[in-house]
C-alpha cells in the first residue's frame, strides 16, 4: 500500500470541539468505599463535619489547667503561688472537678480541659512550693499567661457543620488523613473509568529485553497508563499488539468493553500503518478527526468507536505525550470526576530566535529560566521522538499558525506544565560533561535541586551574561593566548577552575583506515577528509570542542561537516552504529562508549559565574564541593585531571598575559602579571616536554600570581 497524504487537516480548535460533542463526558457514576480504600479516589459529594476537630477544649502541652487571671503579674523573681487540684487529667480523662480560682489542675498534652479552666501553663514555667503544709500541694507560676494560651479549643479546627473537602478532589493522604479525623469509616467516589492502554508494532519490545538494531522499548504504554491513573482512572494494560490487522482488530473489540481506548503508533498514512484502518471499520459515530495542524501532533486520530471514547496517538514519545495532555486528559478528568484543571501561565522572554511552520499550530517545550527581569524561555531543542523532552520541560509556548518566527528578545506566554513553576536552587547552562552530570548528581543528593542546559560553552557565557545561570560549564580556548576560558572575564563574571579532561579523535578499533594515526596523525587525517566514504560527526556551532574542530578542519568540509551533534555521548553514539565514523569527544566517554581514542589536546573544563550570584549559598556549595577529596577521587576515575588547586579570578582583580609558543620541539612560556602597568613581573620558562608540562606551568604561573596579592582569594 502507498502512503498517503493528509488532505483535511482539522485545526487544533475544531478537533477539540469535535470529541467533546461527540463524547459528551461525565462522571460515571457514584460507590461507596471503605475509607482505607479511598486514597487516589475523586470525592462524589462535598464532606461535612458531623463534629468539631477537637471535640473539646484540650491542652496544647504537659502542664497546669488555671485560670489565666491568677497568672497576671507572676515573674520569676515574684513568682504566684497556687493551690494544686488532687485530680490528674491525663488523656482520655474526663474532668470531674472545677478548677476554682487560686488552683490549678494537672493536665497531660492532648487533656480535657477542666470546667472553670481557661489556659494552661507548661510544666517548665513552674516550680514546686517546697514549703507548703503537708495537706497541701502548690507550685510556683514563674510567667504569666493570656486566656486561651496553651489551648485547642473545641470546632477551631474544624467546626460542625463545615464543609471540609468539596466534590471533585483527588484524595491523598492528607485528604484521607482529615477523613478520619472526622470519623468517616465509608466514602462516596465516583467510579474509576477504565482505560484500555495498546500499544501497536513489530518494532516494539519491552522493558528489560535484549535491545538489537531496529527495536525500540515500549515506554508509551508506561507513560499513557501512570498518566491515566494520575488523572483517577484506571488503566487497563493490553501489552503490546504487532502490526497483524486481524490481530489488532481482535484486541480492540476487547478493549471497547472498557469505558476509554487508548493506542499508540500507526496512526499516520504509511504502508505499515494499520491502526486508523482498523477504527475505520467502526461507527456510532466512528473516526471524528484524522489529522491535526498541530505539531507535534499532526497524524492524531480521534473517534467514538461503537458509542466508546478512542484515540490513537502518534508514536513519537513527545508527540505522544503532548497529544495526551491537551486532547485526552481533559475528558478522562470529566469522566473521572475531577475538576478541571486550573490553567497556569507565566510571561517570558525567547532569549534564541526560534522557526516555525507555517500552517500549523506549534507547541514548543521549554526551560524555563529565572532572570532578574523575570524569566527566559529556552526551547528544549527536543523533537517530537524524544522521550525526555515532556518529562524534563517546565511548559510549552504556542506559536499560532500564522507565524513564521520568534525573534530573540521577543516576550511571549509559557502555559506550564503543572499549577505552579518552582525554579531549581542551583541553575547551569553551557557545554555537557560527564563530570558535571557527576556532580549535579552529589549535589542533588545534598537537597540542592539543579537544573543544566546543555546549549554549548558559548551559549552558557551568554546566558552568564544575562544573569540568567549561577554557573557556566565552558571549555573555550583564546586563539591569541592558546589560554581556556580566562579570556571570557568581565567586570561582571567570575571564573572557577574546574578541571581538565582530554580531548581527542574518536574511532571504532576494528576500522583499519585509522591503523595509521598514532604514527603519523596529521597525515591520516588529510587522506581520512578527502575520502568522501569517510564520514565524521561535527559538534554545534558555540561548542568548545567545535572550536578545536574547526582549527583541525582549517576550512575543509570534509564528508559528514554538516552532521552535529550536541554532546560528547552522541558523538560515540554516531560513531558506534556506524552512522559516522570519527569524530572529537572526551577520553572518557570514549572508554564508555568501547571506541579507540587518540589524545589531540587537553583542555580546561572551567565554570564562570556572575559576580553577583558568588556569594549565594548553593553556588558556595558547588564550589566546596570541587574541593573535596572523595569527589576529586570519583571525578579522577572517570577520567578528569584534579591536580591543581580550585580557585576563584575576577577581571577587576587580576591581569594578566600569557604567550606560550612552540620553538625547535621546546615550549617556551611567557606570563607576566601585574597589578599596574609600574609593577610587573616576567616568568620565562624553557621545557622540551610540551603535553606533559604545559598545563603544570601554566597553573604555576597563575599561582605564582595569586601568591603575589594579584587573586581575589584562594579557596
Known amino acids: 500500500m502507498k502512503q498517503q497524504q493528509f488532505l483535511n487537516l482539522a485545526t487544533a480548535e475544531e478537533a477539540e470541539e469535535r470529541f467533546w ?7 460515571l457514576g457514584e460507590e461507596l468505599v471503605m475509607l482505607e480504600d479511598a486514597h487516589g479516589r475523586i470525592l462524589a459529594c462535598d464532606i461535612v463535619a458531623r463534629h468539631n476537630v477537637p471535640y473539646f477544649d484540650r491542652s496544647n502541652f504537659d502542664g497546669f489547667a488555671l485560670r489565666a487571671e491568677d497568672t497576671f503579674g507572676a515573674q520569676e523573681t515574684a513568682p504566684i503561688l497556687l493551690t494544686l487540684n488532687p485530680e490528674i487529667l491525663a488523656c482520655g480523662v474526663v474532668p470531674q ?25 507548661m510544666i517548665e514555667n513552674t516550680f514546686p512550693f517546697k514549703n507548703a503544709e503537708p495537706a497541701e500541694n502548690m507550685i510556683q507560676v514563674l510567667k504569666p499567661i493570656v486566656p486561651n494560651a496553651g489551648v485547642s479549643l473545641a470546632g477551631s479546627d474544624i467546626g460542625a457543620g463545615e464543609v471540609v473537602l468539596r466534590i471533585g478532589e483527588l484524595l491523598g493522604y492528607r485528604e484521607t488523613g ?6 468517616e469509616a465509608n466514602v462516596s467516589v465516583w467510579r474509576r473509568p477504565k482505560v484500555a492502554v495498546i500499544s501497536t508494532g513489530d518494532e516494539l519490545i519491552a522493558p528489560g529485553e ?19 491513573e494520575e488523572l483517577g482512572c484506571e488503566a487497563v494494560r493490553f501489552g503490546i499488539v504487532p502490526d497483524d490487522e486481524a490481530q489488532l482488530e481482535t484486541v480492540l473489540r476487547k478493549a471497547l468493553a472498557l469505558d476509554f481506548v487508548l493506542l499508540s503508533g500507526g496512526t499516520s498514512k504509511g504502508e ?19 489529522g491535526v495542524s498541530l505539531k507535534p501532533g499532526k497524524p492524531l486520530c480521534l473517534a467514538v468507536l461503537d458509542g466508546i471514547p478512542a484515540a490513537i496517538l502518534p508514536g513519537f514519545p513527545t508527540s505522544s505525550t503532548f497529544t495526551f495532555s491537551k486532547f485526552i486528559a481533559p475528558v478522562l478528568r470529566k469522566l473521572a470526576g475531577l475538576t478541571p484543571e486550573r490553567s497556569a501561565h507565566v510571561q517570558a522572554n525567547v532569549p534564541l530566535r526560534l522557526n516555525s511552520d507555517k500552517g500549523r499550530t506549534e507547541f514548543n517545550l521549554v526551560h524555563l529560566v529565572r532572570n532578574e527581569d523575570g524569566f527566559s524561555a529556552y526551547s528544549t531543542g527536543k523533537g517530537s521522538g524524544s522521550i525526555t523532552g515532556f518529562a524534563r520541560a517546565d511548559g510549552f509556548m504556542e506559536i499560532p499558525r500564522t507565524t513564521e518566527m520568534l525573534e530573540a528578545g521577543e516576550d511571549t506566554t509559557i502555559h506550564l506544565l503543572g499549577e505552579s513553576t518552582r525554579p531549581s536552587d542551583l541553575m547551569i547552562i553551557g557545554s555537557h560533561c560527564v563530570g558535571l552530570d557527576f556532580l549535579l548528581g552529589e549535589m542533588q543528593k545534598r537537597g540542592v535541586s539543579c537544573k543544566f542546559l546543555a546549549v554549548g560553552s558559548m551559549g552558557g557565557i551568554l546566558a552568564a551574561q544575562r544573569g540568567e545561570c549561577d554557573l557556566a560549564g565552558t571549555h573555550l580556548l583564546d586563539e591569541a593566548s592558546n589560554q581556556y576560558n580566562s579570556h571570557l572575564l568581565t567586570v561582571e563574571l567570575a571564573l572557577i577552575k574546574g578541571y581538565r579532561r582530554s580531548q581527542g579523535l574518536l574511532f571504532r578499533k576494528d576500522d583499519s583506515r585509522f591503523a595509521l594515526v598514532k604514527q603519523n596523525f596529521q597525515e591520516t587525517i588529510r587522506q581520512l ?5 569517510v564520514r565524521m560527526i561535527n559538534r554545534n556551532l558555540g561548542s568548545g570542542t567545535r572550536v578545536l574542530l574547526d582549527r583541525l578542519l582549517a576550512g575543509q568540509r570534509p564528508s559528514g561537516f554538516f552532521q552535529e551533534a550536541k554532546s560528547h555521548n552522541s558523538v560515540a553514539a554516531a560513531i558506534t552504529h556506524k552512522r559516522a565514523d570519527w569524530g572529537i569527544a572526551i577520553r572518557s566517554v570514549a572508554e564508555d562508549s568501547g571506541l579507540d581514542f587518540f589524545p589531540m589536546q587537553d583542555e580546561e573544563y572551567d565554570f564562570i559565574i556572575p559576580n553577583k550570584r558568588l556569594k549565594r549559598q548553593e553556588v558556595r556549595q558547588f564550589i566546596n564541593l570541587l574541593q573535596e577529596a572523595n569527589i576529586q577521587t570519583q571525578l579522577n576515575k572517570l577520567g578528569l585531571s584534579t591536580d591543581a588547586p580550585v580557585w576563584i579570578a575576577e577581571h577587576n582583580k587580576l591581569k594578566h598575559e ?13 606570563y607576566r602579571f601585574r597589578k599596574n602597568e609600574d609593577n610587573s613581573r616576567l616568568l620565562h620558562i624553557k621545557t622540551q616536554y610540551f603535553f606533559t608540562w604545559y598545563y603544570f606551568i601554566s597553573r604555576l604561573c597563575i599561582s605564582l600570581a595569586s ?5 581575589d582569594c584562594f579557596i
Open 21 to 27: 460533542e461527540a463524547v459528551q463526558p461525565q462522571p
Open 97 to 121: 472537678e472545677d478548677v476554682a480560682p487560686g488552683t490549678a489542675t494537672t493536665i497531660s498534652t492532648g487533656g480535657v480541659l477542666p470546667r472553670g479552666a481557661d489556659g494552661v501553663v
Open 178 to 183: 482529615t477523613l478520619a479525623a472526622l470519623g
Open 210 to 228: 535484549q535491545m538489537e538494531m531496529g527495536k525500540v522499548y515500549d515506554s508509551n504504554s508506561t507513560v499513557i497508563a501512570h498518566a491515566v
Open 272 to 290: 505499515g500503518d494499520l491502526n486508523y484502518r482498523v477504527f475505520e471499520k467502526f461507527r456510532n459515530p466512528g473516526v471524528l478527526v484524522h
Open 529 to 533: 577528509m578527502e575520502d568522501q566514504n
Open 658 to 670: 600569557a604567550h606560550v609558543k612552540s620553538q625547535n620541539n621546546t615550549l617556551v612560556c611567557h
Open 707 to 711: 601568591l603575589s596579592g594579584l587573586r
